[in-house]
């Protein structure tokens, strides 16, 4: 039988908790920006955009997404 995590109570080869993978960013309402026409990646954080989704400018060449916006301005 495969063990339960304690905490989420699912099966700790499928839960991030047991496996150490980190929550995702909270996500804010975003300043105004522009609309990405690629995927990307958040020069804050690092995390993924899809095109389609609102980033703006972290003034270095880089771009924010949603997960930090405010945070490098």
Known sequence: ???????????????????????????????????????????GCGWEFDAGEQIRSDGAGGWLAECCDGDNA
Request: aromatic share 2%; hydrophobic share 30%; with cysteine.
């Open 1 to 43: 039988m495969d063990e339960i995590c304690e905490v989420t109570e699912l099966i700790k080869g499928q839960c991030a908790h047991c496996m150490n993978i980190p929550e995702p960013p909270k996500r804010r309402p975003m300043t105004p920006g522009l609309t990405a026409r690629f995927p990307g990646h958040c020069a």
